[in-house]
């Protein structure tokens, strides 16, 4: 069944597995990284893009622009932590800042007009860490707060129109660098990043359709 067209930034261990699971469930997706990802499944187009400079999106999401546009998932983002404020430089946090704020701002400023137009939804992944800050990982923190506040005010903007807007919030996702660094947890506890992704599909579903603005807490562990 085709459910319409979704667009995922940022190719990942967890985009990846978001573009997957929309082209399972009957989107046509285009996924969008800095080298074009190999290895996608069937129904997604496979799209490298400038995803550094606020031109290069601008020009991406021109390109995207060309078809009609349901779904919006933004997943790209980094973690930077081990060093207090004082050790903290000042190119971590530029880079921070991009990638978890800016990048996801300037991809909503050029597609929200389509995402309201269509009715459609847009997910982005923020991190439940940031809601309650810990020490030595001041980027990461004041990033993705600066990204949960995008979406609430996005959401505000949207309101009425039929067109949502929402972030996960994941704590630690299974993925192969994080089994590898906390090799003393059991993955189980971890989030599972299909479980997110069923998440994002239902939040794009008729069922999800009055929830925006939320910060959605993912904690795993089940
Ligand atoms: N993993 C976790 O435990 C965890 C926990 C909480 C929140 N999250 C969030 O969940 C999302 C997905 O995480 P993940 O585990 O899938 O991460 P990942 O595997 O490291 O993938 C990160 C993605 O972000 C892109 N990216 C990184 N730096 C970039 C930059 N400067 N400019 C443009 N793109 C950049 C990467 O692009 P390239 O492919 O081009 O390098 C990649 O597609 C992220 O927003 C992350 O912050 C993850």
Redesign the pocket.
């Known amino acids: 069944m085709e459910r319409g067209r979704a667009a995922v930034f940022?190719?990942?261990?967890?985009?990846r597995v978001m573009a997957e699971r929309f082209a399972a469930a009957g989107y046509s997706v285009a996924a969008l990284?800095?080298?074009a990802?190999a290895g996608l499944g069937a129904g997604i187009e496979a799209v490298a893009a400038d995803?550094?400079t606020p031109e290069g999106v601008e020009a991406t999401c021109r390109r995207l622009l060309e078809e009609p546009l349901d779904v919006l998932l933004v997943?790209?983002?980094?973690?930077a932590g081990g060093r207090r404020i004082e050790e903290t430089s000042s190119e971590e946090l530029e880079?921070l800042f991009?990638?978890?704020a800016r990048?996801p701002f300037y991809v909503l400023h050029h597609l929200l007009p389509e995402i309201r137009a269509r009715q459609g939804s847009a997910i982005l992944?923020?991190?439940?860490?940031a809601l309650a800050p810990k020490a030595r990982q001041v980027s990461y923190n004041a990033s993705?707060a600066a990204l949960h506040s995008i979406v609430q005010t996005a959401a505000q903007e949207l309101q009425g129109t039929g067109a949502t807007v929402n972030a996960l919030?994941?704590?630690?996702?299974d993925?192969p660098?994080?089994r590898a660094s906390m090799p003393q947890r059991d993955p189980r506890e971890?989030?599972s990043?299909e479980r997110l992704a069923d998440l994002a599909l239902f939040l794009c579903s008729p069922a999800g359709r009055d929830v925006s603005g939320a910060l959605i807490p993912v904690r795993g562990g089940a």
């Open positions: 940022g190719t990942g261990q967890l985009g990284s800095r080298t990802p995803l550094s997943t790209a983002g980094a973690y880079r991009w990638v978890n990048l992944i923020g991190a439940l860490g993705k919030l994941p704590l630690t996702v993925t660098a994080n971890f989030v990043p």
